[in-house]
């Protein structure tokens, strides 16, 4: 990735500039959406897993082999509700993810069937005016390659960097054989294993000749103010500014409320970077329809805040939002101007991209 600066973007090269020009939107909760389809066992085993020996429902990564038609509608919703930039339903499609599943062998091809629903969604809703762009997601993975599993044995580990480096540089070598236009590594507990992703990135954009942007993006997950690792958001920054990323920022966890002092302080930290912010809707609520308790207006009003206070380049949501929350995101962002971010940089990536 650092040779991005050097060679620029072959894929997603309107992303610096559009990023100076608008806030971008990010679309919202893909498990949120799914189980609104309250879809059963014999949906996720499709026709492809009918003997599988083991149970399959809630393994929503299958969903791109099994129940194509139900991602690609999920993600036109977010298209149609503003979304400028839809994730791949990749969160956990690593063979160490998928091991839980018994479905290892089958991470490369969920992620290559992923990537393509996501892309041709884009290419249906892209306008000169409003181009789409696909995120190919790499999520944290169970495992944590920093804590200890076992409470009575701290320097217990069940797993290592490199089997995270194998696992991630699989997930997006199918993510970029089936079309994505950007990277994102999401809902980062543990910088260890961000910095895995991130190696196997850079070594596949190597091996390849291909320059994607990356968006790499933390979690806080309690009022601390530190990654569930330890670190806080300025030591999480320094951990990872190395990979040039597009973008950093947080998602997940607190809900926009109690995330404002991280995301303020990222903004602080992060100098000329673009800063993401996709939070859950507020915190979880079982009487709730999406499980969370905010409406789309509140959501909305909240990153309306961060956008006015400078805060934002990208906003989406994460867990219990849903496309009416994108939507009201959309409209009361638009109202200011993007935070602003390296311009010199961006635009010397752009002129040689072109």
């Known amino acids: 990735m650092n040779a991005s600066t050097s060679q620029g973007y072959t894929r997603g090269a309107q992303l610096p500039e559009l990023l100076q020009q608008r ?23 499709g026709t492809q897993f009918t003997d599988h020996p083991k149970d399959l429902k809630g393994n929503n990564d299958l969903l791109p082999l099994t129940k194509p038609e139900v991602v690609r509608e999920i993600h036109e919703q977010y298209l149609a509700a503003g979304a400028d930039i839809i994730e791949t339903n990749t969160f956990g499609s690593t063979s160490v993810a998928q091991e839980d599943y018994g479905l290892q062998d089958h991470a490369y091809e969920m992620n290559v069937a992923a990537a393509r629903i996501a892309r041709e969604a884009c290419a249906k809703y892209s306008t000169p005016e409003k181009p789409r762009f696909a995120a190919g997601a790499l999520g944290p993975t169970p495992r944590t390659a920093s804590i200890s599993p076992d409470v009575n044995d701290p320097g217990a580990r069940n797993v290592d960097f490199d089997t995270l480096r194998a696992a991630y540089y699989e997930q997006a070598k199918g993510l970029l054989d089936g079309g994505v236009d950007l990277f994102l590594v999401e809902t980062i507990f543990d910088t260890l294993n961000a910095k895995a992703a991130i190696f196997a990135l850079d070594e596949l954009m190597e091996d390849t000749g ?16 530190r990654i ?61 329809d999406t499980g969370f308790d905010e409406t789309p207006e509140v959501t909305g009003s909240l990153m309306a805040d961060f956008a006015k206070s400078g805060f ?32 010199k ?3 010397g990536l752009v002129q040689q991209a072109a």
């Open 23 to 45: 806030i971008l939107i990010l679309d919202g909760a893909m498990g949120t959406m799914i189980q609104r389809y309250k879809l059963g066992e014999a949906d996720f085993r």
């Open 345 to 347: 940089l961006f635009s």
């Open 210 to 225: 291909e320059r994607l942007p990356v968006i790499v993006s933390g979690t806080v997950t309690d009022a601390s103010g």
């Open 228 to 288: 569930l690792s330890g670190q806080t958001v300025t030591a999480f920054w320094h951990s990872v500014r190395h990979a040039k990323p597009l973008a950093i920022g947080l998602n997940c966890a607190l809900g926009a409320t109690l995330m404002r002092p991280y995301i303020e302080e990222l903004a602080k930290a992060a100098g000329s970077t673009a800063i993401s912010c996709y939070p859950n809707a507020g915190l979880p609520n079982p009487m709730s």
């Open 312 to 343: 934002l380049n990208i906003a989406g949501g994460c867990c219990g939002t849903t496309p009416a929350h994108i939507a009201a995101i959309a409209k009361n962002v638009s109202a200011y101007k993007p935070r602003p971010c390296g311009a």
